[in-house]
């Protein structure tokens, strides 16, 4: 279990952790650490109503920013790019985490919030948020592929978000059962443990468009999860 | 590559899918699967200033609702039982998807969106959600664990949010290259396809508090993932 004083990285009022503050992590590096191991972040943005939606969206850290995109069309996208106040979360399980209690059950996670405003990015700022979401997706992989167009440049809304306000949770390690559990005649029999969960790669799937003498690039098979 | 016709189960002019249509799934069922095959979700609720944080909560579906809990000591989570609007999301990352193009290029996963207000449970129902989320999370196992005392219950704040205004995007197959781009020198000899993304469960770690002669159950180590 991660226990570490507070404050989180670009902590304020908003982001102090208030719950569980034992599994909020001050530093930088952890902060850029969850951020480089997620595939999928989630961005609130809320309609003229009031009503807010959470989006999955690809992102990449760029420095001490996220960047992340979606489709010019999008109005919630708009939305963003207008400077409503968003929030950018990005969360991988580690683990399910089983005490002989259901209220001490918990997962094993990595998680990281970012509140801020997004900026909308052009030309080769945007060019290079692009290809720095690709990298992160699949380091290799932009050398190898077509570049966007001006057409699809133009169909593409990039933003970025700076790493000013953030807070880092991670949970690591086994259960911690209430001592009246672990030595109770029924409870003490109950399995107590985690159940560590992956995130792997399976074998790659060609397209049926892509030619069969073109080998699987090293930077694919080679690649593995942080 | 999913093509089904509009509208989402539980569709509005609000969860229409504008961006992609053609990844709409129309069928309940889908929005049932999708919700059932998820371990996290993420969760909207704004401060009073308007900003809003995405936090990441364990969930279950229950019938026609999904229901989730955090702790009574969370302001935020006082603000969604006091009836803020919210969006639930959950999503599943199934593969990369790599065409020759970057802005081709995209992820195959499963997602549901859920809009609506929650409403807090209490007494027999809260109990029996706080059984459906354990259960979600691993069958079987709240017939083992010890269930909430009165103290846990008071810590614990459940709430209910209804499935009944809902999106669901699922994206299957391989990348749907540009013509120009499948013929092209340069480009036809790059390598198209998907990496197939999958989430496992790895190798039981006993507590150092379990007792060792208390064999791993059975439906820990023959769960497998939805």
């Given at each position: 279990?991660?226990e570490?004083?507070?404050p989180?990285?670009?902590?304020?009022?908003?982001?102090?952790?208030?719950?569980i503050?034992?599994?909020?992590?001050p530093?930088?590096?952890a902060?850029?650490?969850?951020?480089?191991?997620?595939?999928?972040?989630?961005?609130?943005?809320?309609?003229?109503?009031?009503?807010?939606?959470?989006?999955?969206v690809?992102?990449?850290?760029?420095?001490?920013?996220?960047?992340?995109?979606?489709?010019?069309?999008?109005?919630?996208?708009?939305?963003?790019?207008?400077?409503?106040?968003?929030?950018?979360?990005?969360?991988?399980?580690?683990?399910l985490?089983?005490?002989?209690?259901?209220?001490?059950?918990?997962?094993?996670?990595?998680?990281?919030?970012?509140?801020?405003?997004?900026?909308?990015?052009?030309?080769d700022d945007?060019?290079?948020?692009?290809?720095?979401?690709?990298?992160?997706?699949?380091?290799?992989?932009?050398?190898?592929?077509?570049p966007?167009?001006?057409?699809e440049?133009?169909?593409t809304?990039?933003?970025?978000?700076?790493?000013?306000?953030?807070?880092?949770?991670?949970?690591?390690?086994?259960p911690?059962?209430?001592?009246?559990?672990?030595?109770?005649?029924?409870?003490?029999?109950?399995?107590?443990?985690?159940?560590p969960?992956?995130?792997?790669?399976?074998?790659?799937?060609?397209?049926?468009?892509?030619?069969?003498?073109?080998?699987?690039?090293?930077?694919?098979?080679?690649?593995?999860?942080?």
């Open positions: 279990m991660t570490m004083p507070l989180a990285p670009g902590a304020t009022e908003r982001t102090r952790i208030r719950r503050p034992e599994n909020a992590v530093d930088r590096a902060l850029h650490h969850v951020l480089d191991a997620g595939l999928v972040a989630h961005v609130s943005v809320s309609d003229e109503s009031g009503q807010p939606y959470v989006l999955p690809a992102y990449a850290r760029r420095g001490e920013e996220v960047v992340f995109h979606g489709s010019t069309g999008s109005r919630l996208f708009r939305s963003l790019a207008d400077g409503q106040p968003t929030c950018l979360t990005v969360t991988r399980l580690d683990g985490v089983l005490a002989r209690s259901a209220f001490e059950s918990s997962m094993n996670y990595r998680s990281a919030m970012v509140l801020g405003t997004a900026r909308r990015l052009s030309g945007e060019l290079d948020a692009l290809r720095t979401i690709t990298e992160h997706l699949l380091p290799g992989r932009w050398a190898d592929c077509r966007p167009s001006a057409k440049r133009a169909a809304m990039t933003l970025a978000l700076a790493l000013d306000e953030c807070s880092v949770k991670i949970r690591t390690g086994g911690e059962d209430v001592p009246e559990d672990v030595t109770d005649p029924v409870y003490s029999r109950v399995w107590a443990g985690t159940v969960i992956h995130e792997d790669f399976g074998t790659p799937i060609r397209s049926e468009e892509c030619l069969a003498e073109v080998e699987v690039p090293g930077y694919i098979t080679d690649w593995r999860r942080p």
